[in-house]
């Protein structure tokens, strides 16, 4: 059974940094892309950040380009977004996805496996 585990929500100020980590288990997910997406309040889920199998290759949406980071431990089927610099805008649940092969895609819908999510606010 493929399970996908979200942790390292919180709640911090503006400005503040978290980390948040994604724990894969139930199949082998080194040649999958992951991704992490997000929804706020009487929003539709949206893309945040993706990483192709190897890491190699790595997509961000426009409005955390430069303070967010993704990536990715093959061998511990764990998948990392580091967010510094946060805004209250990116107050969300965010949810860890998986897609089978390696290809990335940026739309929810491609995506497989989902997290139960976790909650990031980000007070001003």
Not at 9 to 19: A, D, E, I, N, Q
Not at 48 to 65: F, I, L, N, P
Request: proline letters at 2%.
């Amino acid at each position: 059974q493929v399970q996908l585990v979200e942790s390292g929500g919180g709640l911090v100020h503006t400005g503040g940094s978290l980390r948040l980590t994604c724990a894969a288990s139930g199949r082998p997910f080194s040649r999958d892309a992951m991704g992490w997406f997000r929804q706020a309040p009487g929003k539709e889920r949206e893309f945040v950040a993706a990483s192709s199998w190897r890491g190699s290759s790595t997509y961000y949406t426009d409005s955390v380009k430069g303070r967010f980071t993704i990536s990715r431990d093959n061998a511990k089927n764990t998948v990392y977004l580091q967010m510094n610099s946060l805004k209250p805008e990116d107050t969300a649940v965010y949810y860890c996805a998986v897609r089978r092969g390696g290809i990335v895609y940026t739309t929810a819908n491609e995506y497989d496996y989902w997290g139960q999510g976790t909650q990031v606010t980000v007070s001003s």
